[in-house]
């Protein structure tokens, strides 16, 4: 079994950043791609990036592409989303995700085959 906690999120203003965090225990992180998701009151979940077990390879929403950065240190046991140039719209609960080794380009956003799930970090927003 794996647990996966968020942290690092918050209240922000409009153009600000934010660094989430995915902090791993019961399981070598090395092995699972992490993916990211999101979901705003109302609307449907979203997929936001996934990084793949290696880091080798990243993917971003067109929403979120330019802005977000997904890069993870397996050391540590910890995937990191720098969220920069944020928007009102990025308001929403931030998840974490575990799938075995790669992302794959065609499916990691829509949340299928993930294992693990954090709990979720709210993110807000607003002047």
Known sequence: QMQLVESGGGLVQPGGSLRLSCSASGLTLDYWAIGWFRQAPGKVREGVSCISASGGSTNYADSVKGRFTASRDNAKKTVYLQLDNLKPDD????????????????????????NYWGQGIQVTVSS
């Open 91 to 114: 308001t929403a609960v931030y998840y974490c995700a575990a799938r075995p080794q790669v992302c794959g380009s065609s499916i990691w956003y829509k949340g299928l085959e993930y």
